[in-house]
């Protein structure tokens, strides 16, 4: 298995600002996505983080928005633009590791609450 | 168009006694099939997958689950419940391919009881 560490574990913002969460896997990576899942429901799939070129974005989410960058393998992250209270979420990232071809496993995500 | 469908949204289950939640999929090609855990403010944790084999297959916590292709199903088990097990559980499906992300299900809230 790998260690999956996300930064900050949570943080609570005001309506219009920014908040960027970071990323980070100790393994070798073949993928790395981000997920939302708002208060009480289900995951979804914000876009798929890719190397050294633009994110590839779920229908919904813009790249306005949701920012994202992965500079190597191993690190990537999701900037929440503007925010509003409708924001407030768990932003999770996962990742499939090499030779583990399907298989995510997740990090422990990062809960925001926007006022 | 591809989806799972958990039907249960909150059990209840004593301590000690055996537990069934279900998943059911749709999905156009040869799926991949997981379970995942959540406990409260904690992140995902991959209690098992399906993606070929045998269509019983062993987790991690004493947790089992049957994939049924004729009935599109890929229920988890487990024969004796503990406490700790209380949480939210996850289904999910995705392809056999690395690029791929999961679809989820809406999740199952288990409780268990004294």
């Known amino acids: 298995s790998a260690v999956i560490s996300q930064k900050p574990s949570r943080d609570i913002c005001q309506r219009g600002t920014s908040l960027t969460i970071q990323c980070q896997v100790d393994?070798?990576?073949?993928?790395m996505f981000w997920y939302r899942q708002q208060p009480g429901q289900s995951l979804t799939l914000i876009a798929t983080?890719?190397?050294?070129?633009?994110?590839?974005?779920e229908s919904g989410f813009v790249i306005d928005k949701f920012p994202i960058s992965r500079p190597n393998l191993t690190f990537s992250t999701l900037t929440v633009s503007n925010m509003s209270p409708e924001d407030s979420s768990i932003y999770l990232c996962?990742?499939?590791?090499?030779?583990?071809?399907?298989?995510?496993?997740f990090g422990p995500g990062t809960r925001l609450t926007v006022t | 168009a591809q989806s799972v469908t958990q039907p249960d949204i909150h059990i209840t289950v004593s301590e000690g006694a055996s537990l069934e939640l279900r998943c059911n999929y749709s999905?156009?090609?040869?799926?991949?099939l997981f379970w995942y855990v959540q406990s409260p403010g904690q992140g995902l944790q991959l209690l098992l997958k399906?993606?070929?084999?045998?269509?019983l297959v062993q987790g991690i916590k004493g947790f089992e689950a049957e994939f049924k292709r004729s009935q599109s199903s890929f229920n988890l088990r487990k024969p004796s419940v503990h406490w700790s097990d209380a949480a939210e559980y996850f289904c999910?499906?995705?392809?056999?391919?690395?690029?791929?992300?999961?679809?989820f299900g809406k999740g199952t809230t288990l409780s268990v009881s004294s």
């Open positions: 999910a499906v995705g392809e056999m391919q690395a690029g791929t992300a999961l679809i």
């Open positions: 996962s990742v499939v590791l090499a030779g583990r071809s399907g298989e995510q496993y």
């Open positions: 393994s070798q990576v073949t993928m």
């Open positions: 399906y993606f070929s084999g045998d269509t």
């Open positions: 999905y156009g090609a040869t799926p991949y």
């Open positions: 983080a890719n190397q050294g070129s633009e994110a590839t974005y």
